[in-house]
Structure formats: C-alpha cells, structure tokens
C-alpha cells in the first residue's frame, strides 16, 4: 500500500471529503440549532413566569426602626 503512488488529487479528495462530512452532519446540526433554541424559549419563558409567582412583601405594615441619637 505504501508502494503505490496516488492516484487522485489530494486537494480534490479534501474538498470532496468535506462536502461528504457536511451531507451526513448537517441534519445533527439543524437538530442541534432547533434544541437549543427550543431550550432557550423554555427558559426565557421560566425567567418571566418566576417574578409572578415569587411572593410580594408589603412594607405597609413595618414599622421605622431607625435610632436617631442626639
């Protein structure tokens, strides 16, 4: 195998090695992108759900604590 001279274009051979790579990963890519924008959406929803559902505290019913030392 070693002895046998090549026979292709090397950078021919690249190229067409990299078009091949896309073609097979390109639907785990799509994939990948919709995932993440999914989780995204997911969690933008979950930030502005949160303020909504923490309780409020009412400073109506405290009372001043400052001391005011003359």
């Not at 090397?10 to 790579?21: T, V």
């Not at 502005?48 to 001391?67: C, Q």
Request: positive net charge; without cysteine; proline residues 6%.
């Amino acid at each position: 195998m070693a002895n046998n001279p090549v026979k292709y274009n090397q950078k021919q051979n690249h190229a067409d090695n990299w078009k091949h790579n896309w073609e097979v990963m390109k639907p785990f890519v799509h994939f990948g992108f919709k995932a993440m924008a999914l989780i995204g959406g997911a969690l933008i929803g979950i930030i502005k759900l949160l303020p909504m559902l923490a309780p409020h505290k009412h400073d109506e019913g405290k009372k001043e604590t400052r001391i005011i030392k003359i």
